[in-house]
């Protein structure tokens, strides 16, 4: 007997691929997964991309529920879940064979989809596709389709913008307080009777005088930020200052930059890492493999490193940009060198990195925008005792075609992990890497 109101999804490859545990995501309504979509899995099975395990993981998770009524009946996805059904192809419709040429994936994914519509007529069937280029044909046919959106950012603008809060009209004594203590003020004498989140940055002002402070929910007060030199690098405003605070604070293990190109995310990440190497082991710096326009690794030339160097190059350009803050005999250069000699610092592809140790490491993701939230969380899972995991990224320049905006791990994990103690998230918004760069980033 059908719940009333009762739906019907049918999955796109891209949804398994983006979350293989997607099925368990749909509360007591039915899902249906085309065979072609099965051939499609088939071929992501071989490799060491999260798409990979994913694939592979979703296939396991397909033969623990299976039966020989599997096709027929279904399979239960348990309680409070649904049946999963895995259809067979059928022939394509004449309207889809006169709207689209070609017989593809996501045409067969249409066929099966317009197919199950009409058996279940009184049943709302939705395609689930990340891809929307199918939602549109899709809906051009006729058919319901959406986004997978379970792991989607609701509220965007606050999760990502607030990070720090500007008051004006502060209690001026307050604010020659907090320069004055340098252990901090208690956060009951600054904030009489509000909740404050942990790490929490302010700028309070009063008139002229004007004070950057952070809520430390470790000690419990409300500390002046200072503007320290982290291995040659000032920070230039007030928010590269706050990211200065978190990126050195033992107390927060995880941290958060976001923030347009050329707002000093990763310099700064990398310039805190140098100036505490006595306190770590190990210093990583890693960014997802994305290829742009059709380039993948296999059309370029050489071996793995030459293949991947292209894409590390930025990271380099960093930390060429700190070398070229000190002499070339410098001490702070040798010992660079010198960890990079050791495979203490090591800038590489994030696929590479899986397979070490993430114990005693500062271990910095650049384009944390380009990682899906389950990916996100896989890499934060694995880290070990005294480790820092600092994640920087532009929500606004994502280069994978299945993310957006709100589904991408940097926003998903900046938005679960607002107020947590250990956690901190500072937003850049001024450029500072110069007056052309600024006005391209804003205008073009």
């Known amino acids: 007997m059908k719940t009333k109101g009762k739906k019907t999804f049918v999955l796109d490859t891209n949804v398994i691929l983006h979350d293989y545990k997607s099925v368990y995501n749909f509360q007591d309504n039915d899902i249906i997964i085309p065979i072609v979509v099965l051939e499609e899995l088939d071929k992501f099975k071989k490799g060491n991309d999260q798409i990979n395990f994913h694939a592979r ?43 689209f040429k070609d017989d593809t994936p996501d045409h067969r994914i249409l066929a099966v989809t317009e197919a199950v519509a009409t058996e279940r007529k009184g049943e709302k069937v939705i395609l689930v596709t990340k891809d929307m280029n199918l939602r549109m044909k899709a809906r051009s046919l006729g058919l319901e389709a959406e986004d997978y959106k379970t792991d989607q950012v609701i509220d965007l ?4 913008n607030h990070s720090v809060r500007e008051i004006d009209d502060f209690d001026v004594s307050l604010i020659d307080e907090i320069y004055k203590n340098t252990n901090g003020v208690p956060v009951a004498k600054v904030f009489p009777g509000q909740t404050l989140k942990g790490n929490s940055y302010y700028i309070l002002r009063n008139g002229n005088a004007s004070v950057l ?48 190109a050329g707002t000093g995310k990763t310099l700064l990440a990398l310039a805190a890492a140098l100036q505490q190497n006595k306190e770590y082991e190990f210093i990583y ?160």
């Open 57 to 99: 993981e979703f296939v396991r998770e397909l033969d623990k529920i299976s039966d020989k009524d599997f096709f027929n009946k279904g399979a239960s996805l348990g309680k409070g879940h649904g049946k999963l059904w895995i259809r067979p192809g059928v022939p394509m419709s004449d309207q889809i064979l006169q709207s």
């Open 213 to 260: 402070a952070c809520y430390d929910p470790c000690l419990q007060v409300v500390r002046k930020i200072e503007k320290p030199n982290i291995f040659g690098i000032y920070p230039k405003n007030a928010e590269q200052a706050f990211a200065v605070d978190a990126l050195m604070n033992p107390h927060v293990q995880l941290v958060a930059v976001s923030g347009k």
């Open 157 to 160: 603008d606050l999760a990502i």
């Open 285 to 444: 710096l890693a960014r997802p493999i994305v290829a742009l326009s059709s380039k993948d690794l296999g059309y370029l030339p050489g071996d793995v490193n030459a293949k991947v160097d292209p894409y590390m190059q930025p990271l380099f350009d960093n930390l060429g940009f700190i070398k070229r803050r000190f002499n070339m005999h410098s001490a702070e250069n040798r010992l660079i060198d010198d960890l990079q000699k050791d495979q203490k610092l090591l800038i590489s592809a994030l696929a590479y990195i899986r397979g070490r140790s993430l114990s005693d490491v500062y271990f910095i993701v650049d384009e944390a925008q380009n990682l899906t939230p389950h990916e996100i969380k896989t890499i934060i899972t694995r880290a070990g005792e005294g480790t820092k995991m600092v994640f920087t990224g532009d929500i606004d320049q994502i280069d994978t075609p299945y993310l957006d905006k709100k589904s991408n791990g940097l926003s998903h994990l900046i938005d679960k992990m607002e107020g947590q103690d250990i956690f901190a998230h500072v937003h850049l918004e001024k450029g500072e890497r110069s007056q052309l760069a600024d006005l391209a980033s804003d205008l073009l």
